[in-house]
């Protein structure tokens, strides 16, 4: 991701803020807080003191905020008819895989929080086998990516986003 791109929120975000939806655990809300459209990927690293692209590549694929990758793009480009190479895609280009029936997904969420934590997964683990329902299992969703990025880091919560959450119900 461009260092230099700017975040702003979007009207979702600004709700997010309020509402507290369940994706939006407190490191993504923290960072949300501090969007301002005027600080740069490289400031928000500064300030968490890590890597925040991949953070805020999940604050956009929510919707919460958006870049100014458009607008940088062309002006890096400038004649360029419009094309904008070199600006980072924020979403990716793979289509979804389709959501998995409920069962599937709740050991699919279990077996991907074993294989990053081992033994000390194992209490969010029982936790997510306690779900009944597809709600339930959306319900601790944050705090399962609380506990990734708290005992791993920020790539293996974006990771367990790109392959596990996506397909659940």
Do not use: H, Y
Not at 54 to 71: C, K, N, R
Not at 116 to 128: K, S
Not at 142 to 168: C, E
């Amino acid at each position: 991701m461009d260092k230099q791109l700017i975040f702003f929120k979007t009207d979702q975000g600004r709700e997010a803020l309020t509402s507290r939806p369940a994706g939006l655990g407190p490191r993504l809300r923290s960072l949300l807080i501090m969007v301002d459209g005027k600080r740069s990927v490289a400031e928000f690293d500064k300030l968490l003191g890590a890597d925040a692209a991949p953070l805020l590549e999940q604050l956009a694929a929510q919707g919460w905020v958006e870049s100014d990758a458009a607008t940088t793009g062309a002006a890096l480009n400038g004649a360029a008819g419009g094309a904008v190479s070199g600006v980072p895609v924020l979403t990716d280009a793979v289509p979804a895989a389709p959501a998995l029936p409920f069962a599937d997904a709740r050991r699919l969420v279990v077996r991907f929080v074993n294989d990053q934590l081992g033994p000390m997964g194992e209490p969010l683990a029982m936790r997510v086998e306690g779900c009944k329902t597809p709600a339930d299992l959306q319900a601790i969703l944050p705090r399962v990516r609380d506990g990734l990025l708290n005992f791993k880091n920020a790539a293996t919560v974006a990771q367990f986003d790109q392959d596990v959450a996506s397909r659940l119900p």
